[in-house]
């Protein structure tokens, strides 16, 4: 017996299993509704609503546990966000067979994305101190919501707060379990709960032939891809990279891509590396032991594949469940990850300049020709590089020799060390 509660321990940590369920909770009640409103923007009634979750559960499930157990890291995917937003306002008045087909491009080119390579070899010339930065500045709006969030919902936010700073100090493996339960309680005493939204109800899968429209192809299938490698797999790179995990990212993008034009006739309109939700994956508050922190990414695909199968029974649960909760047990989960992120951003004197650029612009929300502020703040910083080194080079020039500086990989390699 002693043996089976070992194995049953080392598959589901408490800890893992927290940030998986988290992970999941988070993704889903940030965007759920985007997905709604794209599904009916293309005419969809509610059996292909339900279809649309279920193929999103299934493929998110196969991704997360797949690439998680082959690599060893907490790999968590996600449905693309921005990309449901460009779909709920261009697919009005467009079939659903060509939008299916748009969803077939734009997976097609991520898998050929990754058979090329050409994506892993732009990754690889990203400094680590930008991309770290990158991470800060996409979960900072995440840290901030938790003390927002108090203005409206202090008898919620805060015990949150409170119970996670002192689970840190007396059993912090367990800290962002214990401020989820202290949660729940407090919303629970305060009637933060509407039950009665609740409707339990399993989704069916509903095929769709795909049609091939070039004009939907270009205005949304092509888009869609752009968005989705730019505003999600961009970062989400980074937050496997910023956490010393380095996972190929060829293999990832194939991968998704592959089991994405699979499902994409059930309703996947796109599947992605996750960042914010990976980031609750990645750190210390999933495993104490970072090598065994994938083990939160596979129970995160368990939880999807449940919110797939039960896909209208979870849109009615997210209706039910106040917001504050989740912003103020998303805020608590990833302050160990934004602090980790500063202080690998900032650790280089001779990249700080650019670091602190990439955070301010990505932190900003900017969006500029429909792509998210992750892939201008790396851009921004990347400017901020360049112009730097090309004064530096101009001073050395007329100046003794100095050491050379180390390389993003020496710096990567020695992170990577000291963890």
């Known amino acids: 017996m002693s043996s089976f509660t070992a194995r049953v321990r080392a598959a589901a940590p408490p800890s893992a299993v927290a940030a998986g369920l988290i992970a999941v909770t988070v993704g889903v009640t940030s965007s759920a509704a985007l997905v709604f409103t794209a599904a009916k923007a293309a005419g969809a009634g509610p059996r292909e609503i339900g279809s649309w979750m279920l193929a999103l559960g299934v493929g998110l499930a196969l991704t997360c546990v797949s690439l998680s157990l082959r690599h060893r890291a907490p790999v968590v995917t996600a449905w693309s966000t921005p990309g449901a937003a460009l779909l709920a306002t261009s697919l009005t008045g467009v079939s659903m067979g060509r939008a299916v087909g748009a969803f077939v491009c734009s997976a097609l080119l991520v898998l050929i994305t990754g ?6 070899r ?3 010339r990203i400094p680590v101190p930008l991309a770290s ?3 800060a500045g996409v979960l900072l709006r995440f840290g901030t919501g938790l003390f927002s969030t108090m203005h409206d919902s202090f008898a919620i936010a805060f015990p949150v707060f409170v119970l996670y700073v002192l689970a840190r100090r007396i059993a912090p493996r367990y800290a962002v379990l214990l401020a989820l339960a202290g949660g729940v309680l407090a919303s629970v005493l305060t009637g933060g709960w509407h039950l009665d939204k609740l409707r339990v109800s399993l989704a069916t899968p509903v095929f769709v032939a795909p049609d091939f429209d070039w004009k939907v192809l270009i205005s949304v299938g092509v888009p869609l891809f752009v968005v989705t490698m730019a ?19 060829s293999p990832l993008m194939t991968w998704t891509g592959a089991v994405n034009v699979l499902l994409a006739p059930f309703g996947a309109f796109g599947l992605n590396l996750a960042a914010i939700t990976a980031a609750i994956c990645t750190g210390e508050e999933a495993h104490p032991d970072r090598t065994k922190r994938y083990t939160a990414a596979v129970w995160a695909g368990v939880f999807y594949l449940c919110v797939g199968v039960f896909g209208a029974t979870v849109a009615s649960l997210l209706t039910a469940m106040p917001n504050a909760l989740v912003l103020a047990t998303a805020g608590v989960g990833l302050l160990a990850t934004i602090e980790s992120s500063l202080t690998t951003a900032l650790s280089d004197k001779s ?6 650029v990439t955070f301010l612009a990505t932190a900003s929300g900017v969006t500029l020709l429909g792509i998210g502020s992750a892939f201008w703040g790396l851009l921004a910083g990347a400017l901020t590089t360049v112009i730097a080194t090309v004064g ?3 001073r050395a020039t007329s100046a003794a020799p100095a050491p050379a500086a180390p390389t993003s990989a020496q710096n990567h390699a020695a992170e990577a060390s000291s963890q």
């Open 115 to 120: 058979l090329t390579g050409w994506f892993a």
């Open 122 to 124: 732009a990754m690889d």
């Open 133 to 135: 930065a990158l991470l």
């Open 231 to 249: 505003s999600q797999n961009l970062p989400g790179v980074a937050v496997l990279r910023g956490s010393g995990y380095d996972v190929p990212v």
């Open 351 to 356: 990249s700080r300049e650019a670091a602190v």
């Open 392 to 394: 530096r080079r101009g």
